[in-house]
């Protein structure tokens, strides 16, 4: 305060502060992502895994103020593109905020990019996508050339000589961004490029032609000319890359440096200036003269790099699943601290119910991302095989699909402040659609499902098997489900189905996994609201339904331990 005269030299006070902040929420940070996440904690214990120090650790980790700042400063500064360097040499470099090389540097040396494929210690399939659902609700971006270099690694293997020079760098829990060759690094990361102008879906459309350099055939040199139309993540040290050969589309690994040690003809044209998914780099790319090696078989493109793309597409349920997690975290957060007409958000009946509703559909994801990561640690299980090659695609489309319309409800639960940049609402908003896009989009998945039916009918009686076992618990489970059996009995037409079939394979399922691992109330809520129709937006779960229960699994008290 200061004091001035007035006309009759009299002092008054003026008030510099003109009021006081308060009924404002705190920001969520500080907090333990893992012990405070209960149906985390609760569907791990599930398939046997208990609640590990490592685990707790990670989690505390990234829920601390210092990494959720990182991911802040990796999207509000944005990859930087050089064609030359200063003195005009060609060098496509992209360069990153140091944040986001502190996130890389944080999962790598995590061997999040590697713990199920190493000899020892080894992570389960399930605690890495426990690792990677924690380290996704940070910054979704950098997960992208985490994930490409996971599930590059049986695709990869399918080239023993290409294996023993690369696989050791892959899974070497480190991090060397550096641009320089590989054989220089102990530490390296791929991506993939198959998505060209003309197709991106159709990859057999693919125009970039590979000839070899002398001998042909799985691990020789090829040289490539071309294209592609996105190529995320361009300063991995590899790609996995389709082209046509002689024998018809083929995989390359196509090294950003050559064996010789110069720059490889792999030319970055610009990058993509993209809605969402801004920390990471995606990129056009022309091909000139690139050299890579055969993977695999030639003219086996696909069945070579279909082995990546399964993995990928399970990692975008794990994704979109940290996502929806992350938004109903901050959405309750907002809740506890927020009142409104004199009573908190979070005892107001009608936010209780947008709340509860939006936390069952985590519930609903988290428990079909994570019986599919133990499918994954069972591959020599053919039942289990079986329910993966269903549950990849009816996950990767069902749980992608449903998280945008999430975001977007989580984000109205924060009122005027979730459309603000400096949370991070709008971030997970414009992040939802894309792992619903990339990887075989919304009906790509669905005809994926209808061909593993076509090949292999053996997948929906599995998926049936395992909803048998909770059968005689719920009426209107085993109704849904017999519904659902009905409508596979009737072949007609059932690709203009496909989408309507998938959602409710998808439903059936996650409602069946949650009568074995959730609470009442969870299923209750799931069940009555997913399975009895006639639901439009979030927030309409029936009278009955245990809101107060359901909600309180987001964030409970000592979340911080
Ligand atoms: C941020 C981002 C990063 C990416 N990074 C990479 C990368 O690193 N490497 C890479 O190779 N690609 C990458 N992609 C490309 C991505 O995989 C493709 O965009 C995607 O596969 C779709 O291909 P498209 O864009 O050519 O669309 P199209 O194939 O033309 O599909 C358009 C629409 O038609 C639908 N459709 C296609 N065929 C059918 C059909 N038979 N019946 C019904 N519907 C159909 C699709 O579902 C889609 O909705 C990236 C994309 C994005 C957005």
Request: proline share 4%; aromatic share 8%; glycine share 8%.
């Amino acid at each position: 305060m200061s004091s001035i005269q007035n006309d009759s030299d009299q002092a008054f006070e003026v008030v510099a502060e003109t009021h006081d902040v308060f009924n404002q929420a705190g920001a969520l940070e500080n907090y333990n992502v893992f012990s405070s996440d209960i149906p985390l904690l609760e569907t791990l214990a599930h398939f046997g895994l208990s609640d590990t120090a490592e685990l707790r650790a990670y989690g505390a980790r990234c829920g601390s103020a210092e990494v959720i700042a990182w991911g802040f400063e990796a999207n509000e500064n944005k990859p930087q593109f050089d064609t030359h360097d200063r003195v005009g040499h060609r060098v496509d470099l992209v360069k990153f905020h140091p944040a986001y090389h502190q996130l890389m540097n944080m999962a790598l040396s995590e061997g999040l990019h590697s713990g199920p494929w190493q000899e020892s210690p080894k992570n389960t399939h399930l605690e890495r996508a426990a690792l990677s659902y924690m380290q996704t609700q940070i910054d979704a971006g950098h997960g992208c050339p985490l994930t490409m270099t996971f599930a590059s690694v049986p695709t990869i293997k399918l080239s023993p000589r290409l294996a023993e020079v690369w696989l050791p760098k892959i899974l070497n829990n480190a991090y060397q961004p550096e641009n320089v060759p590989y054989f220089e690094k102990d530490a390296v990361t791929i991506g993939m490029g198959m998505t060209e102008k003309q197709g991106g879906s159709d990859v057999r459309a693919n125009t970039s032609v590979a000839t070899p350099l002398r001998e042909s055939g799985n691990g020789a040199l090829y040289v490539l000319n071309g294209h592609k139309w996105f190529l995320s993540a361009p300063m991995c040290d590899a790609f996995l890359m389709l082209a046509q050969a002689k024998g018809g589309l083929s995989c390359f690994l196509v090294p950003r440096w050559r064996e010789d040690g110069i720059k490889n003809g792999l030319y970055v044209q610009r990058l993509k200036n993209k809605m969402g998914n801004v920390s990471n780099a995606s990129s056009e790319v022309e091909l000139r003269q690139a050299q890579g090696w055969m993977v695999g078989e030639e003219g086996r493109g696909v069945a070579a790099i279909i082995e990546m793309v399964a993995l990928t597409r399970f990692d975008c349920m794990v994704g979109s699943t940290a996502g929806q997690r992350q938004a109903v975290a901050q959405a309750v957060n907002h809740a506890q601290q927020r009142s409104s007409f004199g009573v908190r958000l979070i005892d107001q009946p009608l936010m209780q119910n947008v709340l509860a509703d939006l936390q069952l559909e985590v519930e609903g994801s988290l428990a079909l991302t994570m019986r599919m990561a133990a499918a994954l640690d069972k591959p020599d299980d053919p039942a289990e095989q079986l329910l993966m090659r269903l549950g990849t695609a009816v996950g990767k489309f069902w749980i992608c699909k449903r998280t945008p319309g999430h975001a977007y409800e989580a984000m109205e639960c924060l009122g005027g402040n979730g459309v603000i940049e400096n949370c991070i609402m709008p971030r997970l908003y414009r992040e939802a659609p894309i792992n619903a896009i990339w990887e075989g989009s919304g009906n790509i998945q669905a005809l994926d499902v209808l061909r593993a039916l076509q090949k292999t009918p053996a997948v929906l009686d599995r998926w049936f098997i395992e909803m048998a076992k909770t059968a005689g618990r719920y009426a209107l489970l085993d109704s849904a489900i017999a519904q659902l059996r009905a409508v596979f009995s009737n072949s007609n037409n059932l690709e203009f189905r496909a989408r309507y079939l998938i959602e409710q394979l998808a439903l059936t399922m996650q409602a069946s996994l949650l009568i074995s691992s959730a609470p009442q109330a969870v299923v209750d809520g799931f069940i009555w609201s997913r399975l009895s129709g006639g639901r439009g937006v979030y927030g309409c779960l029936p009278e009955g339904v245990d809101a107060h229960a359901i909600i309180s699994r987001v964030l409970p008290d000592n979340r911080s331990a």
